[in-house]
């Protein structure tokens, strides 16, 4: 079991070391809230690197212009 704010990767290591598919989330007194997936890891190490690779092309054109201007100076 994993407690509601335990991180994603603590979860994630423990299904990939217990070799099991999801996990039951548990509030206190033993209280059942949830279940943490293997898809539910997957939507968020999508949606981590959809962000990084969004923020790679908005950085992308500046990192050329500051490149070029260098490069300019010599």
Do not use: F
Request: glycine share 6%; charged share 25%; aromatic share 0%.
């Amino acid at each position: 079991t994993v407690a509601p704010d335990e991180s994603i990767r603590h979860a994630a290591d423990l299904m990939l070391i217990r070799k099991i598919g999801c996990l039951p989330v548990v509030a206190d007194a033993g209280r059942l809230v949830g279940v943490l997936s293997e898809t539910d890891c997957l939507r968020v190490l999508t949606a981590l690197l959809a962000c990084r690779e969004s923020a790679a092309v908005v950085a992308g054109p500046a990192v050329d212009a500051k490149r070029n201007v260098e490069h300019a100076r010599g």
